[in-house]
């Protein structure tokens, strides 16, 4: 079956870094977007960043972009995400998630077919 399995989460301090991994297996990874999506205490589920199957182009949400990079690695069924300058709001459970190849015109909200079950990234002021 599916797995997407999180891990890097950890307490961090405000202007600190901290890096984020997802191992996918069960899938060909190298045909699927990726994205990572977090959900903060009493918020709804965001999407942070995304990278297509092909060619590896990244997208970010607005709060994250020149913050964050996501990255994957077809060989090791692994996309990471990079944070860095971290602020308390970007405390929440990150997610990650994987849908087999979309249109560039998709919306990274739409057709995620698979998701881990989170990893904690909590920021201190």
């Known amino acids: 079956q599916v797995q997407l399995a999180e891990s890097g989460g950890r307490l961090v301090q405000a202007g600190g870094s901290l890096r984020l991994s997802c191992v996918v297996s069960g899938l060909i990874f190298s045909d699927y977007d990726m994205a990572w999506f977090r959900q903060a205490p009493g918020k709804e589920r965001e999407f942070v960043a995304g990278?297509?199957?092909?060619?590896?182009?990244?997208y970010y949400t607005d709060s994250v972009r020149g913050r964050f990079r996501i990255s994957r690695d077809n060989a090791k069924n692994t996309v990471s995400l990079q944070m860095e300058s971290l602020r308390p709001e970007d405390t929440a459970v990150y997610y990650c998630?994987?849908?087999?190849?979309?249109?560039?015109?998709?919306?990274?909200?739409?057709?995620?077919?698979?998701w881990g079950k989170g990893t904690l990234v909590t920021v201190s002021s």
């Open positions: 998630a994987a849908r087999y190849r979309a249109s560039g015109s998709t919306a990274w909200e739409d057709g995620m077919a698979y």
């Open positions: 990278i297509n199957w092909w060619p590896g182009r990244s």
